[in-house]
């Protein structure tokens, strides 16, 4: 029978593989958590092997850290901090290198604890998050988005263009249906993934340690034989590679104008899910485009960090 709502049996499983009982998560607010995850996926409540398939590919761990940081459990809360304000800053960071979007990463910190309350209840950022992606990629999803608002916010107070804007400049403002998002996401993954496919194996293998495996400057410049300013140029430079493949993807073989590839990439804003870098990481290591054999790739790739990661680096 159709359903948003999991099993008994299949909540339990999947309590166990999210390791929810270090946080003392109760099974119904974990419950509670992976039929919003699925009603934000389908529109009509799924066949039982369709939700099995989707709650299975949730980050688990993520989500029900995520729950207890949303309930106020202190040691998640620590375990948060400590795990992931290093991921915040680094994205902070990486969108600029002066230092001015850290005050963001830090503002953050209120709305996900939930300083906010409505009807006596605390609102917590964190019942945004619904474990379709990692939870670091949301994280930097959602302090991109804060940059593009305060962006946005400071361009209101510009003298306004003597010209009035054409009706297609107007439309850009308007919600884009859920639909459009969703092949926007699709197209902006396919072009990553070859974008990616195509930059050298050293640049890859740097992008992994960074955004897949959360490793610091420091710790990839010591495992590469770089500086960490030699790290850290070298990773905005195969950022701008990217971009610039991705943007000449969509102009040369899609045929979208300068409007819909800035709609493309406010897709990939509002639905990070599809967007996991670990995940596009493998995809492109098996696109035709990419050197070698895709699983010597990968296995040599694994290797290659196992023996040159630090002492200490996390995995």
């Known amino acids: 029978m159709s359903s948003w709502r999991p099993s008994a049996s299949a909540v339990t499983h999947l309590y166990q593989q999210s390791r929810a009982e270090r ?40 989500l029900a850290l995520a729950c207890a940081c949303a309930g106020g459990h202190e040691g998640a809360w620590e375990h948060f901090v400590r795990e ?37 209840e605390r609102r917590s950022l964190f019942s945004y998050f619904h474990g379709r992606s990692s939870l670091s990629t949301w994280l930097r999803a959602v302090l991109a988005q ?35 998002i969703s ?12 974008a990616i496919s ?32 030699t ?6 430079k195969a950022r701008r590679e990217i971009r610039t493949d991705v943007e000449r993807q969509l102009r040369e073989e899609e045929r979208m104008n300068p409007s819909q590839i800035d709609e493309c990439f406010e897709a990939v804003v509002e639905d990070v899910g599809s967007l996991d870098v670990s995940d596009l990481l493998g995809a492109a290591s098996d696109h035709p485009d990419s050197s070698g054999s895709p699983g010597s790739r990968r296995k040599d790739s694994r290797d290659k960090r196992s023996k040159e990661r630090p002492e200490g680096a996390s995995a």
Request: hydrophobic content about 35%.
């Open 198 to 229: 195509r930059l050298p194996a050293k640049d890859r293998l740097r992008l992994g340690c960074y955004y897949a495996e959360d490793l610091t400057l420091a710790q990839i410049g010591r495992a590469l034989g770089e500086h960490e300013a």
């Open 183 to 194: 092949a926007y996401v699709q197209l902006m993954r396919r072009a990553v993934t070859a």
């Open 84 to 120: 992931h304000r290093p991921v915040l800053y680094r994205a902070a960071d990486a969108i600029d290198p002066t230092g001015g979007s850290r005050e963001l990463a830090d503002s953050l910190y209120g709305e996900l604890f939930g300083l906010v309350e409505r009807s006596g």
């Open 23 to 62: 946080w003392s998560l109760p099974v119904a607010v974990f419950a509670a958590a992976l039929e919003r995850s699925a009603r934000k996926v389908f529109v009509t409540p799924p066949e039982p092997r369709d939700l099995e398939r989707l709650l299975g590919s949730l980050h688990l761990e993520d």
């Open 231 to 236: 790290v850290s140029r070298n990773l905005a």
């Open 146 to 180: 804060r940059h593009v608002d305060r962006v946005r916010s400071t361009r209101r107070f510009e003298p306004l263009p003597e010209a009035e804007p054409t009706p297609s400049a107007r439309s850009e403002e308007r919600p884009q249906p859920q639909s459009r």
